[in-house]
């Protein structure tokens, strides 16, 4: 009792404007606020956001507001209200008449006939995508009447199509199959309103009023022509007794025609890949060669992904279509796939058609759910198939999971603003007096896994427990436990949040999953039911045969020896197999056919490799994905080329951000161009910071020190690289704070340090100020874990940090963004400076192919192949695959979000390298110590400095001499000269004045 008074107590004399960050305790409520003043319990929010379409689409069938039948209405661009950005033009590629030119960030406004009767009608567009090198699909909103009705009205897309020649595919300098790019292919379709998940079947009704209504459509991304406008009833599909009553039963006979399925028409994202399979029933096959054979199943599998296939039969009937795949996701999953003909389902049935887990290639013949084959008319002559993921019966599932997982994390962050986050196990809590609703909430997300996994055994052929009902079944368990006790879920809050074992991360690992459907695919069979298809599989003797000649063969392949023929250019990269390989194939089919000069990529296993190489006079002609760093050790030794002596350097030097240089001069030389660039961007939970009250609107460090007691308040904290759980701190972390401060770490000779610099000292002084006065957090395991389960929900992370979150953490997708960094105020302006170091490229000095080398690297930086590059990777390798290039032309080009992307941009302009010098490292080395020191040791700052000056001087000094720059006696024999962003500035514009 007495613990229960003071904890009282403590609530009631918490300061006011805490308080009000915390969706107050009911205890409190109830003092200050009149039982029928209270709107909405603990935990609770008044929803302001749009409903999805299920639930607006119930509500108006509740009003009686009904599907209506109308002869189609056809409103012409003519007829269409345009902005000041957005015009009519004459260049229709065949259409019947003047389009539009909807461009980016571009509205229209159409007002209809009058409408007889208020009720539920299809909306669609003709259109044309002229959306170039951008393989996104084309985003707007939909506005009716100046609303939108639903959700999904704000996400109305406009597919962008490509296709593949496979038809003369080149094969690289080993003879494998080089996967031919996809290539965009424009032509006007019509798109109707659907569902941007398509996780609902079918197309999006829309409310129109009786009379004139106003259709507004604005564009968000990417640039198209606009046709016509429909407004079309809503038509009912045949069930298959009927499709087949409609079609006489007239089934043809003794018919058998195969497609392979990696030849298709057309798919409607650039990213569902084609790639290779060494399976030896698979065709085409070689041996040893890589051929391009199947479609990828781990690209093929998002609701919506489409794949067509262009079918010529002689006799018009009844067909069966059968897929030769094999599943490549979660064992024992269903999956689903819709099927058009000719651009129309042909029968409900068809809508979702499963298909049973399988671990190896297997004929799936299209059938119902009861195994039955299903029939499929096709006219006589050319028919298009289009094979559709669909994940429609998994939609509950995973709208429940997903409502579970938002729950689960609401309930969390309201108990660690209670408790302070605090894992007391000999604190006792009467939580459900300050959270009356908490026995309720968890019997309710019990009962949505309960019914949850119910429903997946519902769904046609899941018949055994797999990874995803497993995990679906033990967290309703666990949250079982925690209803009959549910005060000690302070205890045993481990079990909700934070551990990588807790319920929120096991189902959030699953919950994209779910509706995912990944299918590798063969072949295509159109065949009559009478006929005997081929085994999918080689017996076990041939394919053991095959594997034995294999093994010997691999014994006299020199096909992949690493050294270079002398007429070859030799390049070693510091990257991973995969984006070694796709530069070779870049540069055989691209590079080599332009300028006939012969390339051979090789995989750099260690940069420390270079030094012995350049040493044993066995190095390559050029160094890529190297560190940013390590040119400029090799120019103050003249083993690297000044990249200055080409003539149109200055050209290929204004693709990259002047700071990018800094760190790869030396002297009046640049000894290296940027290949990758580096962000230091500020990430926040939107989720957290909304519920705490707090603006994510940082612009100064002080706005950062403003929440850092509400952050502590909870036992939440900020997070800055400075505090990684490395003893050194590198010049990534500490710089940011000098050149933010205006301060400097070199004297103007850069003979000695500016440690003892004023505006340095007061860069030291706030850096270690942030852990000694505001009580930042010393070491962070990893930011990325820590971001995720809400433990700092706000820091500054960088590029991986970005890409790790995008595709590692599904159980906090939309619950995060990120935006510029905060800065130093100085004089009216805010210095954002960071270090965006991250790799270049440099050519050797010993290289006998300096041209051929320099050629190569123009080639490589231009826009043109960063941006084939990047979209090559992602298309062959998958969406995590993120190029970040330091091409700026070629970046702001990529097909990424535009709100992160233009995050991106602004955060680059206050990129910064810090230069080296001779002897730099022990500055580095020695801000370091002075970190440490103040920081862990409680040592004076200006005694630290001091100190870490002494040392870093006396090395400075003797680089200085052992480079010639010093005499012995420590006189000057010629002046150092020391890069700025003006001396980069002044180089470059003097290139491009010329």
């Known amino acids: ?35 029928d003043e209270i709107t909405f319990s603990v935990g609770e929010e008044v929803d302001l956001k749009l409903q999805n379409y299920d639930d607006v689409y119930k509500s108006w069938k509740n009003k009686n507001i009904n599907e209506e039948k109308i002869e189609t209405i056809v409103i012409t661009p003519s007829d269409y209200s345009l902005n000041e950005v957005t015009k009519l033009t004459s260049i229709n590629y065949d259409y019947l008449y003047e389009v539009v030119d909807f461009v980016e960030n571009s509205s229209i406004l159409v007002s209809t006939p009058y409408i007889e009767k208020e009720g539920l009608y299809l909306i669609a567009f003709d259109y044309y995508s002229t959306t170039g090198s951008d393989i996104r699909a084309i985003e707007t909103s939909l506005f009716i009447n100046n609303t939108k009705q639903y959700q999904e009205m704000g996400q109305y897309i406009f597919k ?76 009912e599909l045949l069930d298959y007794e009927s499709y087949l009553n409609y079609h006489n039963h007239s089934e043809s006979q003794n018919y058998f025609k195969v497609i392979e399925a990696e030849n298709y028409y057309l798919k409607n994202t650039a990213n569902v890949r084609i790639g290779s399979d060494r399976e030896p029933s698979i065709t085409p096959y070689s041996l040893l060669e890589t051929r391009i054979n199947v479609v990828d199943g781990s690209s093929f599998k998002k609701s919506g992904n489409m794949i067509s296939y262009l079918v010529t039969v002689e006799n018009p009937g009844l067909y069966n279509i059968t897929i030769k795949a094999k599943s490549s996701g979660i064992k024992n999953q269903t999956f689903f796939r819709s099927l058009y003909i000719n651009g129309e389902i042909p029968f409900k049935e068809a809508i979702s058609i499963p298909l049973p887990y399988y671990n190896k290639y297997t004929n799936y013949t299209l059938s119902d759910e009861n195994s039955k084959p299903l029939y499929f008319y096709l006219d006589k002559g050319s028919n298009i198939i289009d094979l559709v993921v669909n994940s429609t019966p998994y939609k509950d599932i995973y709208y429940q999971i997903s409502e579970v997982l938002d729950g689960l994390n609401n309930l969390a962050i309201d108990i660690k603003k209670l408790t302070g986050n605090n894992l007391d196990e000999t604190r006792d809590w009467e939580i459900t007096d300050y959270l009356p609703n908490l026995e309720r909430d968890l019997k309710k997300y019990t009962d949505e896994l309960k019914d949850a996994y119910k429903k997946w055994y519902e769904i046609p052929f899941n018949e055994k427990d797999n990874e995803i009902s497993s995990v679906i079944k033990s967290s309703y368990e666990r949250l079982e436990k925690l209803c009959k006790k549910p005060n000690e879920i302070t205890k045993k809050i481990n079990v909700l949040i934070n551990s990588s074992g807790s319920i929120t991360q096991i189902l959030g690992g699953q919950v994209q999953s779910i509706i995912t459907s990944p299918l590798s695919m063969d072949k295509i069979y159109i065949h009559s039911k009478d006929y005997n298809l081929p085994k999918p599989n080689l017996n076990f003797f041939v394919k053991a045969w095959i594997g034995i000649k294999r093994f010997f063969l691999s014994f006299f392949d020199n096909r992949y020896l690493d050294k270079a023929n002398k007429d070859e250019l030799e390049i070693w990269v510091n990257r991973s197999r995969q984006y070694v390989d796709l530069i070779q194939q870049m540069a055989d ?76 001069s030396y002297g009046n030389g640049i000894y290296a161009i940027p290949d990758s660039q580096n962000y230091n961007i500020l990430f926040y939970r939107t989720d957290i910071l909304k519920s705490l009250n707090i603006d994510p609107i940082f612009n100064t460090w002080e ?74 957090p010393l070491e962070v395991g990893s930011f990325f874990n820590s971001f995720r389960n809400g433990n700092i929900p706000i820091g500054i992370g960088d590029f ?58 123009k080639w490589w930086s231009s826009k043109q192949v960063q941006l084939s590059y990047s979209s090559n990777l992602i ?20 097909p990424w979000n535009k709100e992160h992307k233009d995050v991106f941009l602004e955060t680059l302009k206050y990129c910064v390298d810090t230069p080296k010098i001779p002897g730099s490292y022990m500055i ?33 000094k003797k680089k200085m001499i052992e480079f010639k720059y010093l005499s012995k006696n420590g006189s000057k024999l010629k002046d150092y000269i020391y890069p700025t962003i003006f001396t980069i500035d002044d180089w470059l514009k003097g290139y491009n004045e010329n």
């Open 160 to 235: 962008t199509y490509f296709n593949q020649d496979l038809s003369s595919i080149i094969k690289d300098r080993y003879q494998n199959d080089i996967t031919p790019v996809s290539t965009q292919v424009s032509l006007w379709k019509k798109a109707y309103l659907i569902d941007s998940k398509s996780l609902i079947d079918g197309y999006l009704l829309v409310k129109l009023e009786e009379g004139i209504n106003e259709i507004k459509l604005e564009k968000t991304s990417g640039s198209m022509l606009l046709g016509n406008l429909y407004i079309e009833s809503n038509v």
């Open 924 to 956: 580095e080395r020695e801000l370091s110590n002075i970190w440490n020191k103040v920081v862990l040791s409680g040592i004076n700052l200006r005694q630290a400095m001091e100190e870490s000056k002494e040392i870093s001087d006396k090395e400075l």
């Open 875 to 894: 298309q062959t390798f998958g969406e995590e695959y993120m190029w970040n290039t330091s091409n700026l032309e070629a970046f702001k080009e990529y």
């Open 800 to 857: 991986p940090m970005y890409v790790q979150l995008l595709h590692a953490a599904p159980e906090i997708a939309n619950l995060w963004n990120i935006a510029i960094i905060p800065g130093i105020e100085y004089k009216d302006e805010i210095n954002r400076a960071y270090v965006g170091a991250s790799t270049s490229s440099m050519i050797f000095s010993k290289s006998d192919k300096k041209d051929e080398a320099w050629k190569f690297l």
């Open 1 to 35: 009792m007495i613990k229960k008074i003071l904890i009282v107590l403590n609530l009631i004399f918490i300061p006011s404007f805490i308080l009000s960050f915390s969706n107050v305790s009911y205890f409190y409520a109830k003092e200050i606020i009149p039982d």
């Open 589 to 664: 089919q691209d590079f080599t056919n332009q300028t006939n000069i012969k390339v051979k990529v090789s995989i750099m296993a260690s940069e420390d490799k270079l030094i012995l190489s350049n040493s044993a006079n066995k190095q390559p002609d050029i160094a890529m994905g190297i560190a940013a760093w390590r040119p400029y050790e090799f120019a103050v030794r003249n083993a690297a080329l000044d990249l200055r002596t080409f003539d149109d350097f200055g050209e290929v030097s204004s693709n990259f951000q002047k700071g990018s240089f800094l760190q790869l």
């Open 703 to 776: 706005d950062i020190i403003s929440i850092l007691p509400i952050l502590q308040r909870f036992a939440m904290n900020f997070y800055i690289p400075l505090s990684n759980n490395s003893s050194f701190k590198s010049f990534n972390t500490t710089m940011p704070f000098i050149d933010g401060f205006k301060g400097s770490i070199y004297s103007l000779d850069a003979m000695t340090s500016s440690l003892n610099e004023e505006r340095t000292l007061d860069a030291l002084r706030f850096m270690t100020e942030l852990y000694t006065i505001y009580s930042l």
